[in-house]
């Protein structure tokens, strides 16, 4: 099997851009992100998830394993799209706002993406079920655990979002955001248990998406309890999951794009 140097730049580039946000976000805090600054991080944001998108959109075109298949690497693709747009958007605001509102237009496109991901990882679920390439043993146990911790989390998060002195568009925005991150979790879990199952460069593509997932997922639910807390890190140390998540992701993809080459 060739190597793929696609792969490896963007888990590079997501490594640096990491590494970068970290080492900025040891300087003195400030209110608000630095205009080079903001725009570096989202294009950088934004360049990940389009190529993950693309890679997806042409892993699609290019499987021959079902409808069921090509529906989810679509829906997968139009899940990076989704996440593209919104940063693009939020950089806008961040740009033209010194407070930004929330919710916004932006979160519009965030909430949308995060439907079509949870879509695109339940029909991978299915697709893996219906193969029988994979033992149903456990399967139930990992669903039930996901699900019960997908539960405990929740509750604790929407119970903290339902007290915040907020508006209810507010509240329900962020409830929107908690429930669709730990939606993702709970087919993630199953796929993970799956993944296991691969071996080779098959298998390794599906360990880098998968744990662009699992860093999304739990980022996301992190900083989302901390915002419902109004404890929030610096701005620039949330952007590191991020990009480290677009990064594995988009590496995933491209290696899953690189095997049907071959």
């Given amino acids: 099997m060739r190597s793929v140097p696609g792969a490896?730049?963007?888990?590079?580039?997501?490594?640096a851009a990491a590494c970068l946000s970290v080492a900025v976000a040891a300087l003195p805090a400030r209110d608000r992100l630095a205009l080079p600054t903001l725009v570096v991080l989202t294009l950088v944001k934004v360049a990940l998830l389009v190529a993950a998108a693309g890679w997806s959109f042409s892993s699609r075109n290019r499987l021959h394993a079902g409808?069921?298949?090509?529906r989810a690497w679509g829906l997968l693709g139009a899940g990076f799209a989704g996440l593209a747009l919104g940063h693009v958007v939020l950089g806008l605001e961040q740009t033209a706002y010194a407070d930004p509102p929330f919710p916004a237009t932006s979160d519009v496109f965030?909430?949308?993406?995060?439907?079509?991901?949870?879509?695109?990882?339940?029909?991978?679920?299915?697709?893996?079920?219906?193969?029988?390439?994979?033992?149903?043993?456990?399967?139930?146990?990992?669903?039930?655990?996901?699900?019960?911790?997908?539960?405990?989390?929740?509750?604790?998060?929407?119970?903290?979002?339902?007290?915040?002195?907020?508006?209810?568009?507010?509240r329900a925005t962020s409830g929107a955001y908690a429930l669709l991150d730990l939606a993702i979790l709970v087919p993630l879990a199953l796929l993970v248990r799956q993944a296991r199952h691969l071996g080779g460069q098959v298998g390794r593509a599906w360990s880098l998406l998968l744990?662009?997932?699992l860093v999304f997922s739990a980022?996301?639910?992190?900083?989302?309890?901390?915002?419902?807390?109004?404890?929030?890190?610096?701005?620039?140390?949330?952007?590191?999951?991020?990009?480290a998540a677009y990064g594995l992701?988009?590496?995933?993809?491209?290696?899953?794009?690189?095997?049907?080459?071959?």
């Avoid at 992701?249 to 690189?258: I, K, N, V, Y």
């Fill in 8 to 15: 490896k730049f963007v888990l590079f580039a997501a490594g």
């Fill in 67 to 70: 409808p069921r298949v090509a």
């Fill in 110 to 170: 965030f909430l949308a993406a995060q439907v079509s991901l949870v879509a695109a990882l339940t029909e991978f679920v299915r697709a893996y079920r219906e193969s029988g390439l994979f033992s149903e043993r456990g399967g139930a146990r990992a669903l039930l655990v996901a699900v019960a911790a997908a539960a405990l989390v929740g509750g604790l998060l929407l119970v903290t979002i339902a007290r915040l002195p907020a508006s209810w568009l507010e």
């Fill in 211 to 213: 744990c662009g997932f």
């Fill in 219 to 243: 980022a996301d639910v992190v900083f989302g309890y901390l915002h419902a807390l109004d404890a929030e890190p610096s701005l620039l140390l949330s952007q590191v999951p991020f990009v």
């Fill in 249 to 262: 992701a988009s590496a995933g993809t491209r290696l899953q794009l690189s095997l049907l080459a071959d």
